[in-house]
C-alpha cells in the first residue's frame, strides 16, 4: 500500500499556519481542528516546517507561560519530514522511525497533497493484515474442500 491510497481513504485537508504566528495560535488551531500537527508556511504556502503537540509541550514544559508567544519558527521542525504519494507504507513508518517524528507531509511535485500521521500508517498495515489474513484463511478453506475432494 502506498501513501497515496491512505490518502484516498483519509482525505488530503491540511492545516497550515503562517510563520509569522506563535505558540499560543498553534495551540488554539490544534483544538479547534481537533488535530496533532500543523505545516508551517511562509505567505506563497510553501511548506517550512512542522510544529506538532510534542513541540508545542516540550517548549512549555521548559520555558513555561512565556512560551505561549514564542514564534512557531522557534519551535517547529525544519525542514519539514517528507514523503511522496508514491512512498509506501512501510517506507514511511520507516522514515518516522528514523527521524523520531510522528507526521509526515505529502509533496509531489513541490505541492502539499497532504499530511498522514503514525496513526494513519498503523491503520492502513492493520488494514493490509487483516486482507491478507482473510485471503489465507480461503486460500486453506479452498485447500482443505479440494483435498476432501480428491478423497
Request: with cysteine; charged share 30%.
Amino acid at each position: 500500500m502506498q501513501i497515496r491510497d491512505v490518502l484516498t481513504h483519509k482525505g488530503n485537508r491540511v492545516v497550515a499556519i503562517w510563520t509569522t504566528r506563535v505558540v499560543r495560535d498553534a495551540l488554539r488551531l490544534l483544538e479547534e481542528n481537533g488535530i496533532a500537527s500543523l505545516v508551517v508556511t511562509n505567505y506563497e504556502g510553501r511548506p517550512l516546517g512542522l510544529v506538532s503537540d510534542r513541540e508545542l509541550i516540550g517548549t512549555l514544559a521548559r520555558h513555561g507561560e512565556r512560551a505561549f508567544d514564542f514564534g512557531v519558527v522557534d519551535v517547529m521542525i525544519s525542514p519539514p519530514p517528507t514523503c511522496g504519494p508514491e512512498t509506501s507504507v512501510q517506507q514511511a513508518l520507516r522514515k518516522m522511525t528514523e527521524q523520531r517524528v510522528r507526521h509526515l507531509i505529502v509533496q509531489e511535485s513541490g505541492e502539499t497533497r497532504g499530511i498522514v500521521s503514525i496513526g494513519d500508517l498503523v491503520k492502513a498495515r492493520l488494514e493490509d493484515a487483516e486482507t491478507e489474513s482473510r485471503v489465507l484463511r480461503d486460500m486453506a478453506r479452498g485447500q482443505i474442500f479440494l483435498s476432501g475432494e480428491q478423497r
